[in-house]
């Protein structure tokens, strides 16, 4: 070797140390970013739609029939070939809030990426960092079938454009007071997609914001929990939060279905939430518009 | 119809009905109880009391709608008697009394007025009335359970102790 | 054999049948109450929210000693339910879910649970171990009962407030 060449050797061997652990120390989390992003996880319910119940978690795979066709959801474990484990970070929290794959790829908004928008990167950022930190499975993701012509080319794009409304996201994630509750509701744990009701163009109709939908999810009556008298909920902002931690109901029932779903979470979920976060969204469903929508005979 | 194929027939069709039958009634006739029914009704009667001497003590502290969860839950159990006392079940450990399937259908009946009691309790409890639900408490305990325990029942050789709604032993 | 004879027997047969099956269970059956599952299991089911939400109130108030007669309840009727969803009881009044009769193994264990885990905090209560009941009825609701009426049942549409209670 020329003597040149041995300089960079020699260089790049002292140097190298040193720039193993500056790109270590930028890629590895902290103890307490991963424990926010678990948080996280769970007040979005524990990503529950990409887990099959019983079956390892986010390994995706649960189906969603639609307008549009079937769509099942994808493997987001760490795994390298059929999962996000190839992924930057970019790459995870672009799909997650603008609905576009490493690949281009457009998601059908059954993830409702319109809504995940309104999470703040500070709450991103650890969130992606705590599923790098799950078992990777490998797991094939199921194709799409598409039945509306020109679905993914024109269609989707307009009526996102035209109809999907939009959250946006905070300039700092809110940590107390009305806007928390606010955050958690609109954004993080996406209350809307089930409670809220859907317009002909089956995009959310947020005049009517989380006054209940006759026809949720898997067939369900997913009910009214604006601040209505007569048709929406009218438990105390105790009762809410007891309910968010626990399933317990005031009448002694106990949650069930998807909503049971998400309470209980996968390896997190609404269940793990902070008295004072579930005070604080109890607090903002006490100050939403109350809508008369009654839901159910 | 030949006499002789009606009778090929009806023995075919009993036995297709009665496969069905059984097979129908399969899940819904799944074991409930243990295998020891004497056992079961014991608990079960345990469960009656203490229920009774929990709803003793709410209207005691004048806690009148509490009532009836107590009422309706001795209503749902009442159900379940006359299924525990089926024949042969008299045994060394039972405290049941011969009677009872010597005079089937007045036990039946003793079973029907103790499961209307309790709904007469539940539905005092539930309308709030501290005196229409006292007034059934005060006839409660000979009209609804002793109209069947007098008759029907070998009495305990020793008194227990009063307690608290504790009566239910650990099994 | 003519079939039209097999048809006239199986139906003679079957009165036959019908009317044994029916002395049968009519002296030794009232089990299911009312005769009407559907509504029999759903008064059962509105007695085991008014026991759990009587155990919740008791514990609140520092007498977690007292719920022990609300468990037993509750376990004694987690016994009979598996009985009162026989096949063919899915009519429109009902809030079952389809699946309790694809997954029936799964479903009798989820009754299993309540009547076991209902034992427990029984047990615990009659020990007067007022932490343990504690404790158990932190999760009771969710382990108890979430696990029948997530896979199992369609929930109310409308949420009800605090009780009547019975």
Not at chain 1, 130 to 141: Q, S, Y
Not at chain 1, 265 to 293: C, F, H, M, Q, S
Request: glycine letters at 8%; hydrophobic letters at 40%.
């Amino acid at each position: 070797m020329g003597s040149q060449a041995r300089c960079l050797v020699l260089a790049l061997l002292l140097l190298s140390p040193a720039l193993l652990s500056k790109s270590a120390a930028a890629q590895t989390p902290s103890a307490a970013e991963i424990a926010r992003g678990k948080y996280i996880f769970g007040a979005t319910g524990g990503c529950g739609c990409h887990t099959v119940p019983k079956e390892p978690v986010n390994a995706g795979g649960r189906k969603y029939d639609g307008p549009f066709g079937t769509v099942y959801s994808s493997n987001i474990t760490p795994d390298r070939e059929t999962g996000i484990g190839s992924w930057t970070d970019e790459q995870i929290i672009t799909a997650i809030r603008l609905g576009r794959r490493s690949n281009g790829e457009r998601l059908v908004p059954v993830h409702p990426y319109t809504v995940f928008n309104g999470m703040g990167a500070e709450d991103l950022k650890p969130l992606v960092a705590f599923l790098r930190t799950l078992p990777a499975v490998k797991r094939a993701n199921q194709p799409k079938k598409i039945t509306v012509p020109m679905f993914e080319s024109v269609f989707l794009p307009a009526w996102l454009a035209a109809f999907a409304p939009r959250e946006t996201p905070p300039t700092a994630v809110p940590t107390s007071g009305p806007a928390r509750g606010e955050y958690l509701v609109r954004a993080v744990g996406h209350c809307g997609e089930c409670h809220t009701p859907r317009t002909m163009t089956m995009a959310t109709d947020n005049s009517r914001f989380l006054a209940g939908n006759p026809k949720g999810p898997e067939d369900s009556e997913v009910p009214n929990i604006t601040p209505d008298k007569a048709t929406g909920l009218a438990w105390s902002e105790e009762e809410i939060a007891d309910y968010l931690g626990t399933g317990n109901k005031p009448d002694g029932d106990v949650a069930g279905g998807l909503m049971g779903e998400m309470i209980e979470g996968t390896l997190a979920g609404y269940k793990d939430l902070t008295k004072a976060d579930r005070l604080a969204i109890a607090r903002y469903l006490k100050t939403i518009p109350a809508v008369k929508n009654k839901i159910g005979k | 119809m030949k006499l002789r194929y009606v009778k090929t027939e009806v023995v075919l069709g009993t036995l297709v009905a009665l496969a069905l039958a059984s097979s129908a009634t399969g899940q819904s006739m799944a074991k409930i109880w243990t295998s020891d029914v004497v056992a079961d009704r014991q608990r079960l009667m345990k469960l009656n009391g203490a229920s009774w001497a929990d709803a003793q003590a709410k209207l005691k502290a004048g806690n009148v709608e509490a009532v009836a969860v107590n009422a309706e839950t001795m209503t749902l159990i009442a159900t379940q008697i006359v299924a525990l006392f089926p024949q042969d079940s008299l045994t060394d450990k039972s405290k049941a009394k011969p009677e009872i399937w010597q005079k089937w259908p007045e036990f039946e009946s003793a079973v029907k007025n103790y499961a209307m009691q309790a709904e007469k309790l539940r539905d005092a409890a539930r309308s709030k009335d501290q005196a229409a639900t006292e007034a059934v408490a005060k006839e409660f305990g000979r009209q609804a359970c002793g109209t069947c325990h007098t008759p029907f029942r070998v009495p305990p050789p020793q008194q227990q102790p009063p307690s608290p709604p504790q009566q239910l032993q650990p099994r | 054999m003519e079939l039209r004879c097999v048809r006239t027997g199986v139906i003679l047969g079957s009165l036959v049948a019908l009317a044994v099956v029916g002395c049968a269970t009519g002296q030794t059956t009232t089990i299911t109450g009312s005769g009407d599952p559907v509504a029999d299991r759903q008064r059962l089911m509105k007695n085991n929210g008014a026991n759990w939400a009587e155990i919740q109130a008791k514990v609140k108030a520092g007498n977690a000693e007292a719920v022990a007669v609300n468990a037993e309840a509750l376990s004694l009727h987690a016994q009979r339910i598996p009985s009162l969803f026989p096949a063919g009881s899915l009519t429109e009044k009902s809030k079952a879910k389809p699946d309790i009769w694809q997954k029936w193994p799964e479903f009798q264990a989820a009754a299993k649970n309540l009547e076991n885990r209902a034992g427990t905090l029984r047990d615990q209560a009659v020990a007067k171990d007022a932490a343990a009941v504690t404790a158990t009825v932190a999760t009771f609701g969710r382990e108890a009962c979430g696990t029948c009426h997530t896979p199992f049942r369609v929930p109310p549409p409308q949420q009800q407030p605090a009780p009547p209670r019975s």
